[in-house]
């Protein structure tokens, strides 16, 4: 019973560095969704995707790339890696007609 | 622009008073609301939710609050126990903005023994 599985759990990057953070989840939800927390700001929406080749942006998409091949499958790229992206980023994925979502356990990512 | 705001960073309650915390949203076309609880290093999980057809639902020691006319929520619970020390997020969802689900800064509650 996985649910919502986040790799990796902890990354550092050098500035200008690319990487991708994967999430995976077995349940078939069809919403999944990218999120950041930052000390003060809250859980802010990246991008998000309603099914398997549909995605949208969120509150602060800038810098980050998303695709949606599958319905199991939402990886979050960092094309270069920039101080600001320091944060701790989770996955959640739903069922359409529910706001209940589930979570992954976080990637803390710190750029230097 | 915040359209979920948790005004309140910190909240320090003793165990088996009542805990308030509050959110307020400028949306008005959310028509669903969700508490979540997130401890250190975890992943915030789902704790109650009201649609805005309603303005109350209970679970055991947790109530939510739905005021539409000031576009507020509060999240009540009693009594605390020093268990629901933990972050704790407001998020709302409209049905005609797809997946987009927006959550507040939250508000951190120490319930003390």
């Known amino acids: 019973n996985a649910g919502v599985t986040q790799t990796p759990k902890f990354q550092v990057l050098k500035t200008g560095q690319s990487m991708t953070l994967q999430c995976a989840q077995d349940m078939n939800h069809e919403y999944m969704s990218w999120y950041r927390q930052d000390p003060g700001m809250g859980l802010r929406l990246i991008h998000y995707s309603v099914g398997a080749g549909i995605t949208d942006q969120g509150e602060v998409p800038n810098g980050y790339n998303v695709s949606r091949s599958t319905t199991e499958d939402f990886p979050l790229r960092l094309l270069s890696a920039a101080p600001s992206q320091t944060s701790v980023y989770f996955c959640a994925s739903r069922r359409p007609g529910t706001g209940t979502a589930f979570f992954g356990q976080g990637t803390r990512l710190t750029v230097v | 622009d915040q359209q979920v705001k948790q005004n309140s960073p910190s909240l320090s309650v003793q165990e088996g008073r009542i805990s308030i915390l509050n959110c307020d949203y400028t949306n008005s076309m959310f028509d669903y609301f969700l508490w979540y609880k997130k401890y250190p290093a975890e992943g915030p999980t789902f704790l109650i939710s009201i649609s805005s057809i309603k303005d109350k639902n209970e679970d055991g020691r947790f109530t939510v609050f739905l005021n539409k006319s000031a576009k507020h929520l509060s999240l009540h619970i009693v009594p605390s126990q020093p268990g629901d020390s933990a972050v704790y997020f407001c998020?709302?969802?409209?049905?005609?903005?797809?997946?987009?689900?927006?959550f507040g800064q939250g508000t951190e509650l120490s319930v003390k023994p």
């Open positions: 998020a709302a969802s409209a049905y005609n903005q797809g997946g987009k689900l927006i």
